[in-house]
C-alpha cells in the first residue's frame, strides 16, 4: 500500500471497552496498512468496576487498558480527551475539542457511538464525533489554517429505527482474533462471564444476515461515495 492510498480510521468512543463492537473492523484497517487512531471522550474514571483505586489510580489503569487493547488492534496512537466521565455533553467548547482532534489526526473515517443510547456519555460521544467534523473545516474556529476538510465518512454502532443505512464490515479470521482477545483482556480484568461466546456469537450472527461467516454491523451516518455508473 502507497503512502497515498492508506487510510486513517478513527474510532472515538466515551469510556475505554466501549470500543468492544469495533475491534473486529479497526483490526481489519491496521492489517491492510491502513493507520488505525484509538480516541475516548473520557477515561471512565467513575466505574465501579475498580473499587480499589482512587480516580487518579482509575485514570491511570483505564489508560493502560486502552494502550493494551491498541496494541491488540494495531492502532497506531490512543487519544483520550479527558472531558470528564458522566460530563460529556455536546457543547461549543467539547465540538471544538473533538474538531480539532480531527485537524491532528485527520481521519478518513469515523466509528462512533450511535445518537439514541440510554447512557448520555455515550449519546453525546456520538453527537460530538458528527459535530466535529464540521468543525474541524472551520479555521476561524480552530485557529487553525490547516482544517480538515475531507469528506469524513462517519460510521454508528448499529441501532434499529434509525433510518440511516446499514452496514456490515466482513472480518478477517485475524481480526475475530483480535476481538476475542480484546474482549478477553477486559473479562479477565472485571471477571466478566461467557466473554468468548458473546464475541462469536454476536458476529456470527451479523454475519448470517450478510451472507458472510463474521461481520460487525454499523449505520452509516455520512458517506461521500461517488454514484456508480451499474449496479452490479
Keep these: 500500500m502507497t503512502e497515498e492510498e492508506q ?45 480499589d483505586l482512587n480516580i487518579d489510580e482509575v485514570k491511570k489503569e483505564r489508560r493502560r487498558h486502552a494502550e493494551e487493547v491498541a496494541k491488540i488492534v494495531g492502532a497506531e496512537k490512543v487519544v483520550i480527551l479527558d472531558l470528564g466521565d458522566s460530563m460529556v455533553q455536546n457543547t461549543r467548547d467539547q465540538r471544538i475539542e473533538v474538531g480539532r482532534l480531527y485537524v491532528q489526526e485527520r481521519p478518513d ?8 443510547n440510554a447512557h448520555p456519555d455515550h449519546r453525546y460521544t456520538g453527537e460530538l464525533a458528527v459535530d466535529g467534523i464540521k468543525m474541524a473545516r472551520i479555521n476561524r474556529i480552530l485557529g487553525t489554517d490547516k482544517p480538515h476538510r475531507k469528506n469524513v465518512k462517519l460510521l454508528s454502532y448499529y441501532e434499529e429505527g434509525t433510518g440511516f443505512p446499514t452496514k456490515y464490515i466482513e472480518l478477517s479470521d485475524e481480526s475475530m482474533e483480535a476481538a476475542k482477545n480484546a474482549a478477553q483482556f477486559y473479562a479477565d480484568i472485571y471477571k466478566w462471564k461467557d466473554v468468548q461466546s458473546w464475541v462469536v456469537d454476536r458476529r456470527r450472527a451479523r454475519g448470517l444476515e450478510s ?5 460487525e454491523k454499523f449505520n452509516v451516518r455520512f458517506e461521500f461515495d461517488k454514484p456508480p455508473s451499474y449496479v452490479v
Design 7 to 51: 487510510k486513517t480510521v478513527l474510532s472515538l468512543f466515551a469510556h475505554p471497552d466501549d470500543e468492544l463492537g469495533a475491534i473486529g473492523t479497526l483490526a481489519n484497517h491496521a492489517q491492510r496498512g491502513d493507520r488505525v487512531v484509538m480516541a475516548w471522550t473520557t477515561y471512565g474514571e467513575l466505574t465501579t468496576l475498580l473499587p
Design 109 to 116: 473515517a469515523v466509528i462512533t457511538w450511535g445518537m439514541h
Design 211 to 215: 451472507n458472510c461467516t463474521y461481520a
